[in-house]
């Protein structure tokens, strides 16, 4: 009979805890989403050079994923960031950047793409068709890539933005060099009156690089 | 009696009229600082390329400037905008800049050096030295300047912080190519959130680029 109740008890113990766990992490969540909600909208800055450390977790989503790889586990940085802005869209991927060569950004996007997100990027002409660049990866498989039409201008903008809502913008080319060496700057913010000029852009240079609208030229009777 | 009676009601409309003219102009003054602080701290976002458009102007803080020169006058560009902020700097300006060759950039910089502003410039190592490049012409007007230690790493930043609290970043490195050519993004800010990073990153970058802080290196009995 003691047992008996000793293990009701156990029950209600375990039962009481459960509650009051659920109970704790909602709790949690109100916490950072009402300390987050009066500071305004995401503000972040993130500087590179950033260290080398393992982000398999971010591409898996399984936060406690077991890597066997001798870099850092657990270490949050600046490319962890970066990156984890990028994988958490949803919907929309718009990416502007003049130099793409970085394999885990190359990676992030097909993953995106693999899960329906529509990706849409807009590259430089010239450093397109570098050694090294991941354009002819990504477009392989199925983003929609274009690229600045004139020979005599780049295309220089280095910004994303995730769901049309959040703006990645700064210094940073998505290159190895530029995230594990350079001095480098990246803004990340759903501020409206910022991100809403970059969406404009980002438009208005989708349609301007629309090979639709560019005829081929002919000189010398040959084609360009 | 009657032509003194009306020059004393001239007399009197004319002092109305300024009083008038006055309180407008306060009125003007106060609605545009209330609907700039309704919108929260400064946000603006300025694309490239920039029409070439006369300047002078913003040089000689005379708004009617009779310039003779060819371009088109009393237009406000992307350029425009970038150079009024920078050369409304009273106390301090801070620049990281990769590239810096455009030359009215530089003679905004001269001028507020000129005018008893304190400009510090933080470099990079290998693009201060090539063909154009104003670091020299700065440094030689007495402009403190200082560079990227590492052969290794290039100090790829392209911002400034007017006065400690105008934080001005974005793709935009200072040359005619990127200003008159190139697709840019240039965000001017005076958020704090956004700015205060910035202004540790220069101070961070500032010391470290300090050539006390860097011992000559002897190799193979050479000094580096």
Redesign the interface.
């Known amino acids: 009979m003691s047992q008996q109740m000793s293990f009701k008890d156990l029950m209600k113990v375990l039962g009481l805890g459960a509650v009051a766990f659920v109970l704790g992490v909602e709790w949690l969540n109100w916490l950072t989403r009402h300390l987050r909600d009066s500071?305004g909208p995401l503000?972040e800055?993130l500087?590179f050079?950033s260290p080398q450390v393992c982000v398999e977790h971010l591409f898996t989503r399984r936060k406690r994923f077991p890597c066997a790889c001798p870099l850092p586990h657990g270490v949050e940085t600046s490319f962890s960031r970066l990156l984890g802005h990028l994988l958490s869209a949803r919907m929309s991927l718009d990416l502007?950047v003049?130099s793409f060569s970085h394999m885990e950004l190359s990676r992030a996007i097909l993953l995106l793409h693999k899960q329906g997100v529509v990706v849409r990027v807009v590259t430089d002409r010239d450093y397109m068709t570098i050694t090294g660049s991941q354009i002819g990866t990504v477009r392989k498989a199925g983003i929609r890539v274009r690229h600045?039409m004139s020979a005599?201008?780049?295309?220089?903008?280095?910004?994303a933005l995730v769901d049309g809502r959040k703006l990645i913008?700064?210094?940073?080319n998505w290159t190895l060099?530029?995230v594990q060496?350079?001095?480098?700057?990246v803004?990340v913010?759903e501020?409206l009156?910022?991100v809403r000029?970059?969406q404009q852009?980002f438009q208005k240079?989708w349609e301007a690089s629309d090979p639709a609208n560019h005829k081929p030229q002919c000189t010398n009777g040959q084609l360009h």
């Open positions: 500071h503000k800055v500087f050079p502007c003049f600045e005599a201008v780049h295309m220089h903008h280095k910004f913008t700064g210094s940073l060099t530029a060496s350079n001095k480098e700057n803004m913010t501020e009156e910022l000029p970059y852009e240079l």
